[in-house]
């Protein structure tokens, strides 16, 4: 997924486990290691705005029925 691509949720999750299993297997270089990490948490904080985004407009949404129930983040 290019920087400038359009952002999807799924294909971010996708690329994110891709570098946590590269990760994990200890055989990249130290820069490597940390291009990866960086990487993945740019894409981690696309991911979290992406769910804000979704969740606050499920509210909207919600309120417009009438039927507004709040978020529990543990679901």
Do not use: W
């Not at 940390?34 to 969740?55: N, P, Q």
Request: aromatic share 6%.
């Amino acid at each position: 997924m290019a920087d400038n691509d359009k952002f999807l949720y799924e294909d971010a999750i996708e690329e994110l486990s891709r570098i946590v299993d590269k990760l994990s297997t200890g055989k990249c270089s130290l820069d490597d290691s940390l291009d990866l990490y960086t990487r993945g948490v740019k894409l981690a904080s696309l991911c979290d705005k992406k769910l804000s985004e979704v969740e606050k407009k499920i509210a909207v949404i919600n309120k417009d029925s009438l039927e507004e129930e709040p978020f529990a983040e543990d679901q």
